[in-house]
């Protein structure tokens, strides 16, 4: 169905450009289905069935209505959008204009199909084709089908504002008229089978109790509950980060709200007060709170916010009414001016979808896969959609899809840039860049470099694609990192390894590092050594052929030297132009087939000459070396004997040098001795004089003999008495010289007693 789009003063292009937005029409992810129409089904019951070619919903013959299920075709365009997503969603009774006011969103009267009679149109949960698309998110209108549709038991009821609540993040209810509190107690039965499945997400043990007939035992016990224990009431508030944002949209209303006391007020507040707020005021009454008490308290709980909006009635005349999407410009001006404010508050409102980690967002992707796990919960009326484990699915989900996308992009992008830098296929790639070599030194760059240049390319891509899941924003990097690697083991496995490798003068070195063993860049691997190997054993042919012809059947002025030659730049020209990482295997292996090619080499001209030549040279060199190490081994000797004279001579010289010093002290200690001895001499010398003088005078002319003698033998005594006293100093003084020198002093004292 093509819609109807509105221009001038009815269209909304200024207002959406004003607030950031345009309307842009979706397109299916690449491979995905096209699809007709304005509007396409998200969800639909399983009695109906969407035909893609027509764009219709056909009922499926003798089905009966039990579940639900999504539409791929809806999926596909959903999973287009890779920006976050907001989805504005609107729900309420049937016939009360939800679907045409959400076309006025899209600029349009009827972009959502309207209903023109007393049955219900719309089943199910349809999604707008265009979008309004933002600088940060994208906005997906959701229309549903409306609560008590004909057809749709209670808990089908349920099960689609179920679904609707879960995927929206701006969630507008639709009502005709003023509602009163009796609207609630109608909405009861509806609301509290929601509020019951998300409260028991985390005890499934009480699940049983869940009954849809029961629900309302249960949603009084629940209720009683959350006044009760406080600690559970703010648990349960936190839903509310992830409920959306509620606006109840009034229809035809064009009387002003008060207050009790008849005082305008905004309608918000009449919602808040005089909808929504508890009647009695009495906080003990729990248990027997009315079914509106608790339907009012649940929505100002659970959802984010709660505001309220008013539009007047479009049309007083029948005629225009029932065909309301032909006469946009004849509707009730207030009407309009109502829809152009309401279109101006939900874009202020909206917001991106907020992923059950803090921080995250929902991106189209995202969201379809919730619409999947969601619709597969509702289904099971034994199963609870679980917030928390339908995310972490999600995420993990959406990682799935991101790597394997990134994997398709990988392999597209390394297929296009290999044959462009192999002339497609013709010319094999170094397969990494040689050690010590910048990859900016190649004028082709290696296999490894391509790859790792696609690597950089879709890692990029994938962070882009997850990296608003926000994943516990605090470790955010760690989570992309898991990503990351994930995604690379898809593309490279590798084990590590001591490589051989063989340097451009042929020679095997050693490396260690890692050989790659499966991924996708085995495949790109394997196909450039198969090429290298095609190349340089063609390069080869191409190289030696010529020769070995030659020494088959040498031509005339063809000599040794000739070959020798040819031979030498044939290699060199083969080290210049092999490619790839055969090379070198490939020159082993077709050097073994040119062996054969020696038996005919004394065909040639100048070989016998030259065999002689180089057999004198190995003889002469064979001489030389001997007489090398003739020379080498006497000189040794030489050496050897220089050494030990000299060990020899150092051994006396330090000898001599000992002895030296031992006499040196011995002498200065006697010179020392003898000094005091000659000393103590003179003294001993300068006292007898002075006792023979006194002697002397002392001493009558004549004396008698005997007297004399006496006298003598006095002086005999005394003198001897001075002799041992001068013993007795030269003893003292030698035993104060140094231990070292005792044997000196002690031969000293000997003398000295001798003396
Ligand atoms: N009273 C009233 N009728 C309206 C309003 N807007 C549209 N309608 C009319 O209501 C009828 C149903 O309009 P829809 O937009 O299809 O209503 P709906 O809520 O989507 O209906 P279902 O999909 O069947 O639940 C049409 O005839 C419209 O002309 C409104 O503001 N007030
Ligand atoms: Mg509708």
């Known amino acids: 169905m093509a819609s109807l789009a509105l221009s001038g003063e009815e269209g909304n292009a200024d207002l959406l450009y004003k607030h950031g937005f345009k309307v842009e029409a979706l397109k299916p992810k690449a491979g995905g289905k096209a699809v007709q129409g304005s509007s396409v089904p998200l969800i639909l019951p399983n009695d109906l069935k969407y035909n893609v070619s027509t764009g219709a919903v056909e009922k499926v013959p003798g089905e009966r209505r039990e579940t639900l299920q999504v539409v791929p075709e809806a999926l596909g365009l959903l999973e287009g959008i890779e920006q976050p997503v907001s989805p504005l969603a609107i729900c309420g009774p049937c016939r009360s204009g939800k679907s045409y006011i959400l076309s006025r969103l899209l600029g349009s009267a009827d972009a959502f199909e309207l209903g023109h009679r007393m049955d219900p149109k719309t089943f199910g949960i349809w999604m707008g084709t265009s979008v309004l ?59 509290s089978i929601i509020l019951i499945a998300y409260m028991f997400h985390e005890n499934n043990e009480h699940f049983d109790h869940f009954l849809i007939e029961n629900f309302t035992r249960c949603f009084i016990k629940l209720a009683k509950g959350i006044s009760v224990k406080k600690g559970q009431k703010t648990k349960m508030s936190a839903f509310s980060q992830f409920f959306p944002d509620f606006m109840w949209l009034l229809r035809d209303v064009s009387l002003k709200p008060t207050d009790k006391n008849d005082k305008e007020i905004s309608p918000t507040e009449y919602l808040k007060t005089r909808v929504l707020a508890r009647e009695d005021e009495d906080e003990d009454e729990d248990f027997d709170e009315s079914a509106s008490n608790k339907v009012g308290r649940a929505i100002l709980t659970f959802f984010s916010s709660v505001e309220c909006a008013i539009l007047e009635r479009p049309s007083e005349k029948a005629d225009i009414m029932n065909n309301i999407a032909e006469h946009t410009s004849g509707l009730n001006p207030n009407f309009n001016k109502g829809v152009e404010a309401l279109i101006e508050r939900l874009l202020q409102l909206s917001h991106a979808k907020r992923g059950y980690d803090k921080g995250s967002t929902v991106n189209g992707v995202a969201l379809s896969i919730m619409a999947e796990q969601y619709v597969e ?379």
Request: with cysteine; charged share 30%.
């Open 133 to 191: 698309r933002g600088k940060d998110f994208t906005i997906v209108l959701l229309d549903t089908e409306g609560i008590d549709a004909a057809g749709a038991r209670a808990n089908q009821d349920a099960s689609i504002l179920v679904m609707t609540i879960l995927l929206s993040s701006l969630l507008i209810y639709n009502s005709l008229n003023v509602p009163y509190k009796g609207d609630l107690e109608k909405m009861h039965g509806t609301f």
């Open 377 to 755: 919960a509702v289904n099971d009326p034994k199963a609870i959609p679980v917030l928390d484990n339908t995310w972490k699915n999600t995420i993990e989900l959406m990682r799935g899809r991101a790597i394997k996308e990134a994997v398709v992009v990988y392999k597209q992008q390394m297929r296009a840039a290999v044959a462009k830098a192999t002339n497609n296929g013709k010319v094999p790639l170094e397969e990494t860049t040689e050690i010590g070599m910048n990859s900016t030194d190649l004028v082709d760059p290696s296999l490894m470099d391509i790859h790792h240049q696609v690597l950089e390319v879709v890692t990029d891509m994938l962070l882009e694609k997850v990296g608003h899941l926000g994943i516990s924003s605090g470790n955010l990097g760690n989570e992309n990192k898991i990503v990351v690697d994930q995604m690379q083991k898809r593309l490279v496995q590798r084990e590590e390894s001591t490589v051989d490798y063989k340097a451009d003068d042929g020679t095997t070195r050693k490396q260690e590092g890692f050989i790659v063993i499966g991924g996708e860049l085995l495949y790109y691997i394997k196909q450039n050594k198969e090429s290298s190997r095609t190349f340089c054993q063609e390069l080869f042919k191409s190289l030696f052929q010529p020769i070995r012809k030659r020494v088959e059947t040498p031509p005339p002025d063809y000599d040794f030297d000739l070959l020798m030659g040819e031979l030498a730049s044939a290699r060199q020209q083969y080290s210049e132009q092999a490619r790839g990482p055969e090379k070198w295997v490939v020159l082993q292996e077709m050097t073994k087939n040119l062996e054969d090619l020696t038996k005919d080499f004394k065909k040639i001209k100048g070989y016998q000459k030259k065999l002689m030549e180089e057999r004198e040279k190995a003889h002469k060199a064979e001489l030389e070396t001997m007489e090398k190490a003739q020379e080498v081994h006497q000189l040794y000797n030489q050496a050897q004997d220089m050494q030990k004279t000299h060990q020899e001579t150092l051994e006396k010289m330090d000898q001599q040098h000992r002895e030296q010093m031992e006499k040196d002290f011995q002498e200065k200690q006697l010179s020392k001795m003898q000094e005091m001895m000659t000393s103590m001499q003179e003294k001993h010398e300068e006292e007898k004089r002075k006792m023979m003088d006194l002697m002397e005078k002392q001493t009558p002319k004549a004396p008698p003999p005997s007297l004399v003698r006496r006298t003598v033998q006095r002086g005999a005594d005394a003198l001897s008495a001075v002799g041992e006293g001068v013993v007795d100093v030269a003893y003292t003084v030698g035993s104060g010289v140094a231990g070292a020198a005792s044997t000196v002093v002690s031969g000293a004292k000997e003398n000295c007693t001798v003396m």
